[in-house]
């Protein structure tokens, strides 16, 4: 009996939240500002790429990161330290070699196509902060 009271009082409060008319529009919001606080999370902020000692501090945060997060097999969010790192790098061929060796080829493929993305975003990062300076 109250097995059935509880199911019955659910789906009333389900019918209820669902025909309040702005639930959607609450629903759709919240879950766009979820997205976009991800997002925001898991990008790195990228060093001022003129500043030597901020790109090399950036780029060991970023391989150390990125190992230990391997090591713990998030390889997704580890991939994306290891690809800000290798962004940042002057020369990232060798950087991409050592990693060729020792990161497992699906890893390593899963580096190799987001690195377009993090170049697109230096790219637009050096941009706005010119844009800033004039």
């Known amino acids: 009996m109250c097995g059935t009271l509880f199911v019955g009082y ?3 409060f389900d019918r ?3 025909s309040d ?3 959607k529009s609450r629903l759709r919001e919240r879950r766009e500002k979820q997205k976009l606080a991800k997002e925001r999370a898991g990008l790195s902020k990228l060093p001022d790429l003129k500043d030597a000692e901020a790109v ?3 780029f060991l ?3 150390q990161l990125g190992g230990e997060l391997l090591a713990q097999s998030n390889y997704e969010k580890g991939v994306d330290h290891l690809t800000d790192a290798a962004a940042v790098r002057g020369r990232p061929q060798q950087l991409l070699q050592v990693l060729q060796q020792t ?3 699906p890893v390593f493929q899963m580096l190799l196509t987001k690195l377009p993305t ?3 975003r230096i790219v637009s990062s050096q941009s706005t902060a010119e844009g800033d300076v004039e």
């Open 10 to 12: 659910c789906i009333y």
């Open 16 to 18: 209820t939240r669902w």
């Open 21 to 23: 008319s702005n639930f």
């Open 56 to 58: 090399q501090k950036f």
């Open 61 to 63: 945060k970023e391989l």
């Open 103 to 105: 990161l497992p080829p």
């Open 118 to 120: 993090i170049s697109q």
